[in-house]
């Protein structure tokens, strides 16, 4: 089986020129190599690169480059220079100066090729860690790390605001590490998944018997987390009677077990966060308004992404990094697909860019990601879709080998494909041709004229049938 390397192949003699792009390339995190012409042919026979490139000089003439595109069709071929070659594997010519989006969208050119004519794709068993870090260089992000740094030298209570996936757990943890009580334990606590029932046995333990099912004492959160932070997420979801509780443990730092009576003090730093309004709420009586004067002595608010969409690259590359870390590859993004990016309004956050960079890395791993390849509610540019030119005859070799190699026969019509090839000879163009009219005819009828699952039905793309439809005159009704 021929090996995949995920490396690219520079061919052209050593010079200033050449080492300029070999570093263009390792600085876009690809791995290159520069060959020489003749070993290139002996390399490409036996190894499928993710691109060659080309460096077209006085020394290499264009027969030498069809000769060398010709050995191996399925290489995806770039060039560096003027050249007239035009074969279906010469992708394009790489314009001097280099630019960035020109670079990445010839390469992303190739990966298109690449999956064209292979069947496999690699794939990685990992998952993405969760996303632990505060990047960006907008205003509100920077506001946010200069709060932290300033309140975390001290026992402050802090109330973190903020949209749900913006990272308020992850200001939470900066808050701890920074402090003096990082060696401490950092709990966290969502107020909002555990049952009311059950939140005042969580958060302060119980005594064996107290209830039904205690079978032993359980130390709660506040002593799991004794000299360290204790933090409590969605706040704002805790019942009224657990807020009176609360309450009580913020004034006077002593707690007691449920069922019990001894009185137990409590050194713990207190971070909360919410991403309900707390204001209304009281307004609402859903909320004690004393509670959130304790809880609000420093307040933090989490910027949503949509606001700082100038940092969706930096946030992007943090979370393709981490991925590239895992084992997992490391997957990129072409200039335009960030630019769709940034124009999303990422009602999720951060965790929804974290999910797509997941999503992507599985889907396209050691890839260049462009526009189409985002799922479809992230596109906002438009771009025309690149797709592996095909030759006629190439169409009508496949046709005939999925004619004569399929396991089940094909019924071809008796009144127009005669059953043994007559004296006189056929004429095989126009015969597979009709065959094609037919087929595409019969789909089109029992799909009721619906082109996508008509293309579906005959394995084909629904582009290529449009194009063959246009080819032979035909329409849907």
């Given amino acids: 089986m021929m090996q995949i390397e995920q490396r690219i192949l520079i061919v052209g003699t050593p010079s200033e020129r050449v080492t300029r792009l070999c570093c263009i390339f390792e600085f876009l995190g690809e791995q290159c190599e520069v060959v020489s012409n003749e070993s290139l042919v002996a390399l490409i026979e036996q190894s499928r690169f993710r691109a060659v490139v080309i460096v077209t000089e006085n020394t290499l003439s264009d027969d030498s480059i069809k000769n060398m595109a010709s050995v191996a069709p399925w290489q995806p071929i770039l060039l560096l220079g003027r050249s007239d070659v035009h074969l279906s594997n010469v992708l394009g010519q790489i314009e001097e100066p280099i630019n960035y989006p020109q670079l990445t969208e010839l390469?992303?050119?190739?990966?298109?090729?690449?999956?064209?004519?292979?069947?496999?794709?690699?794939?990685?068993?990992?998952?993405?860690?969760?996303?632990?870090?505060?990047?960006?260089?907008?205003?509100?992000?920077?506001?946010?790390?200069?709060?932290?740094?300033?309140?975390?030298?001290?026992?402050?209570?802090?109330?973190?605001?903020?949209?749900?996936?913006?990272?308020?757990?992850?200001?939470?943890?900066?808050?701890?590490?920074?402090?003096?009580?990082?060696?401490?334990?950092?709990?966290?606590?969502?107020?909002?998944?555990?049952?009311?029932?059950?939140?005042?046995?969580?958060?302060?333990?119980?005594?064996?018997?107290?209830?039904?099912?205690?079978?032993?004492?359980?130390?709660?959160?506040?002593?799991?987390?004794?000299?360290?932070?204790?933090?409590?997420?969605?706040?704002?979801?805790?019942?009224?009677?657990?807020?009176?509780?609360?309450?009580?443990?913020?004034?006077?730092?002593?707690?007691?077990?449920?069922?019990?009576?001894?009185?137990?003090?409590?050194?713990?730093?207190?971070?909360?966060?919410?991403?309900?309004?707390?204001?209304?709420?009281?307004?609402?009586?859903?909320?004690?308004?004393?509670?959130?004067?304790?809880?609000?002595?420093?307040?933090?608010?989490?910027?949503?992404?949509?606001?700082?969409?100038?940092?969706?690259?930096?946030?992007?590359?943090?979370?393709?990094?981490?991925?590239?870390?895992?084992?997992?590859?490391?997957?990129?993004?072409?200039q335009r697909a960030i630019e769709s990016l940034k124009e999303h309004n990422w009602s999720g956050n951060v965790r929804e860019l974290s999910n797509l960079v997941e999503r992507l890395t599985i889907l396209y791993p050691g890839g260049l990601v462009d526009v189409n390849d985002l799922p479809h509610k992230y596109r906002y540019i438009e771009v025309p879709e690149y797709c592996v030119e095909i030759s006629e005859e190439q169409l009508e070799r496949d046709a005939l080998a999925s004619i004569f190699n399929d396991d089940e026969p094909v019924e071809l019509p008796e009144a127009r494909f005669p059953s043994e090839l007559p004296p006189e000879g056929v004429n095989l163009k126009d015969l597979l041709a009709e065959l094609e009219i037919d087929m595409i005819r019969q789909a089109l009828e029992q799909q009721d004229n619906v082109v996508a699952r008509a293309a579906e039905m005959l394995g084909i793309r629904r582009t290529t049938l449009v194009e063959k439809m246009r080819k032979y005159g035909m329409s849907k009704e």
């Fill in 107 to 334: 390469l992303h050119f190739c990966q298109v090729f690449g999956q064209a004519k292979r069947e496999h794709t690699l794939t990685s068993g990992n998952q993405t860690k969760l996303f632990r870090s505060l990047v960006g260089r907008s205003e509100g992000i920077a506001n946010v790390r200069h709060l932290i740094n300033q309140v975390s030298g001290s026992d402050a209570t802090v109330l973190v605001l903020g949209q749900s996936g913006t990272g308020k757990e992850v200001v939470a943890r900066n808050i701890h590490y920074l402090s003096e009580r990082r060696d401490g334990p950092f709990i966290p606590v969502n107020c909002g998944a555990i049952p009311p029932e059950l939140l005042e046995s969580e958060l302060f333990g119980h005594e064996k018997g107290s209830f039904t099912g205690a079978i032993s004492a359980r130390k709660g959160r506040f002593e799991l987390a004794e000299g360290g932070t204790l933090f409590l997420d969605e706040i704002g979801d805790m019942p009224l009677q657990m807020q009176v509780k609360l309450l009580r443990v913020l004034q006077e730092r002593v707690f007691e077990r449920v069922g019990g009576s001894k009185t137990i003090a409590t050194d713990v730093r207190i971070v909360a966060a919410t991403h309900r309004d707390l204001e209304t709420m009281i307004a609402d009586n859903e909320f004690r308004e004393d509670l959130f004067y304790r809880l609000n002595v420093f307040p933090i608010e989490m910027p949503a992404l949509s606001e700082r969409r100038d940092d969706v690259p930096l946030l992007l590359h943090e979370l393709v990094n981490r991925v590239f870390n895992e084992g997992r590859g490391k997957v990129r993004f072409t």
